[in-house]
């Protein structure tokens, strides 16, 4: 069955080692299952490659290139990484992860879609079955080009690190409080999320021919046919001449590359990496308490998010009232407070609201207190630069990594016609504070830099502890953000 956007001849290949399935036949539990998800998620019928041989039925006479050149045009390659499966010498590393990136990176879509909701996604949709050591996780981004972001597998407890089963016998005790069956529905809409992301491109972008060869045999090619040029003897005074242009044109290289910083989605993605290193913030649960000091105003904020269900709940004392508002299930609530004996005095309906502070809290909510800062900018839709510089920032050596608004841009209201720089240190790639424009809050137009210090670890996602942000135009001091856990 081929694939449901024309010239792919599969929507899904399943990548995996031999020996993560001879256990309990995991993978294929796994595969049987994502198909009945599918099933359930998709009109469509979706083409799924999962062979269960070795070596995917190769045989020492069968070229191994060609013959896994069709079935890896496909639209989303699944890897099942475990702990035997980041090894370069393997058959499924060499033939199926690296030749899909290659062919990937070289196709009409390349290796990342835009999704119909803005985000962008790798079209490699990682299944993680254990947890890894430093030197595989590294090994994995260096292929990706980014940090290794998937969907977990796996049952954590005291002395125990596996993949999850369908029906585990203590599922309580797990302590990444994950369920098989969620996991599995995870998958599944995170696969019709990047088709559909692949549709809409297809429908909106003429389909572009690809080369036949790949990048590095082109680049062999071009240099044994140098190799085979005639070489003819240059007069003494042009030889010389054009030694010396071609040290200088080498001096001017050098020093352009210098200058010239590395590029920015590596740096964002190294920062993205430090700040959230187990790439828990899609599925963060926690509670932060935010005290925030405003010109002669003081506020105790308590802040509990929930990113699996899409839920945000900010309490804040202010005197003797305290104004509680968020929104779960898409709908937003505000209401307010006794702060001594929590008697409800008022309460606000959706339509009593100012209809754009209700989106702005939807579409925002964590960006604009602390951790998700720096993915949201990534997935804004905002103009990255191509290149970061190198800056200094409050003393420390930087990358300055800058987002610029387009009119011709699709933004949300947040980021409508701002622009963003961010600092990050360019020795362990923590962020350092970074500068806002014409951001528009409660009415009001600010430029506002901001300057972190310190961190706080709270359910393995590393936050700044203490922000102070300042007004560009005249330096003077805007607030104080002090950022605690809960006692």
């Known amino acids: 069955m081929p694939s449901i956007i024309e010239g792919y001849n599969n929507d899904i290949f399943i990548s995996y080692r031999q020996k993560d399935n001879k256990y309990d036949g995991w993978v294929t539990e796994f595969v049987d299952n994502l198909k009945k998800e599918l099933e359930a998620t998709f009109k469509e019928d979706i083409s799924v490659y999962f062979d269960i041989s070795p070596h995917d039925g190769l ?19 699944i890897p099942i990484i475990s702990r035997t499966y980041c090894d370069p010498n393997s058959f499924a590393w060499q ?24 985000n962008i996604a790798s079209r490699v949709l990682p299944i993680r079955i254990y947890d890894l050591n430093k030197e595989d996780i590294r090994l994995c981004e260096s292929l990706l080009g980014g940090a290794l972001r998937g969907i977990e597998f796996i049952y954590k407890s005291a002395g125990v690190n596996r993949p999850l089963r369908a029906n585990e016998d203590h599922a309580h005790e797990n302590l990444n409080k994950t369920y098989y069956r969620d ?43 140098r190799d085979k040029r005639i070489s003819r003897p240059f007069p003494r005074k042009v030889m010389l001449t054009g030694l010396s242009l071609l040290l200088s044109l080498v001096l001017v290289s050098v020093l352009y590359l ?4 590395p590029k920015s989605s590596v740096v964002i993605h190294k920062a993205i990496a430090c700040v959230d290193p187990l790439a828990v913030w899609s599925t963060y649960q926690g509670k932060i308490r935010m005290r925030s000091i405003w010109a002669d105003s003081e506020y105790d904020e308590l802040i509990e998010i929930n990113n699996y269900n899409d839920s945000y709940r900010q309490s804040t004392v202010s005197g003797n009232q305290r104004l509680i508002r968020g929104f779960e ?5 505000q209401e307010i407070r006794d702060n001594e004996t929590n008697t409800l005095l008022k309460a606000y309906k959706e339509d ?41 920032f409050q003393g420390n050596r930087c990358y300055s990594v800058e987002f610029k608004s387009d009119t011709a841009l699709r933004l949300n209201n947040y980021f409508h016609n701002t622009n963003w720089i961010l600092f990050i240190d360019r020795t362990d790639y923590t962020h350092k504070g970074g500068r806002v424009e014409n951001l ?30 300042f007004l560009t135009l005249d330096n003077s001091l805007f607030d104080i953000e002090i950022i605690t856990i809960p006692e």
């Not at 599944?188 to 572009?208: C, F, M, R, T």
């Open 95 to 118: 033939n199926e992860f690296t030749r899909f990136v290659e062919l990937a990176s070289g196709d009409r879509f390349g290796m990342k879609t835009k999704l119909p909701g803005g």
């Open 59 to 77: 045989l020492e006479t069968h070229d191994v290139g060609d013959s896994l050149k069709e079935k890896l045009k496909c639209l989303i390659f």
């Open 440 to 469: 528009k809050l409660s009415g009001h137009t600010y430029n506002i830099t901001s300057i972190y210090s310190g961190k706080i670890v709270v359910n393995k996602l590393t936050i700044p502890m203490l922000r102070n942000n």
């Open 183 to 225: 996991q599995i529905n995870k998958v599944a809409y995170s696969v019709q999320d990047i088709i559909n992301g692949l549709k809409d491109a297809s429908d909106n972008q003429p389909e572009v021919s690809t080369p036949e060869e790949s990048c590095s045999e082109i680049t062999e090619r071009i240099k044994i046919s």
């Open 258 to 261: 210098i200058s010239k910083g």
């Open 352 to 392: 009593e609201i100012n209809s754009e502070e209700i989106e702005l809290w939807k579409q925002h909510h964590t960006a604009v207190q602390f951790g998700g800062l720096l993915l949201e900018l990534e997935n804004s839709g905002l103009k990255m630069n191509k290149n970061a510089k190198r800056v200094r």
């Open 329 to 333: 299930n898409g709908k937003y609530y």
